[in-house]
């Protein structure tokens, strides 16, 4: 099935851009979860440690445990088992906290981040290549969609599992 309509943007409603927008980020999630499967599989890595290798990636330095519990939505437990997995694994390292000699940080490997790296390079240049076909106004929209959507994922994710607000 196609996911393209010849029809120009301003063909559409507003009532049809929403819809198409909500059953294109359905598409897309669905698409990008088999992506990442794909891509963890082709590492040698669970999905959620790749979830966690993306996620170091982003971080300026290293984080603490507390820290990829936050950012994984893990429980510290969890993520506690999930860096000890990763550090046998030769994926991160732990590293002495200069702040407290009592706290350990965590950072990709050198050598895991190169791996994974170039595994990231086919289909990096392939998503580039859908965004060169924007305007740097469109890549703006683009930019602050995603921005403001992820905001009201984590916001929703947090009530779902504080078990608070409707269930609805």
């Known amino acids: 099935m196609s996911t393209k309509n010849p029809r120009s943007s301003d063909a559409w409603t507003r009532a049809e851009l929403l819809a198409r927008i909500v059953t294109e980020s359905q598409r897309h999630y669905a698409d990008y979860s088999l992506f990442s499967q794909a891509?963890?599989?082709?590492?040698?890595l669970h999905p959620t440690d790749m979830q966690c290798v993306a996620l170091l990636d982003m971080e300026p330095g290293p984080v603490s445990t507390g820290d990829i519990a936050r950012l994984t939505g893990l429980t510290s437990g969890s993520a506690t088992r999930l860096v000890d997995r990763m550090v046998k694994a030769g994926i991160v390292e732990r590293l002495a906290d200069p702040n407290d000699r009592?706290?350990?940080?965590?950072?990709?490997?050198?050598?895991?981040?190169?791996r994974i790296s170039a595994a990231w390079d086919t289909p990096g240049r392939a998503f580039g290549a859908v965004l060169e076909s924007y305007s740097d106004a469109e890549l703006a929209v683009i930019g602050d969609y995603l921005h403001r959507a992820a905001e009201v994922g984590r916001a929703q994710a947090k009530r779902l599992t504080s078990g608070t607000g409707d269930t609805g």
């Open 39 to 44: 891509m963890a599989d082709h590492v040698g």
């Open 102 to 114: 009592r706290r350990s940080l965590v950072a990709l490997a050198p050598a895991a981040r190169d």
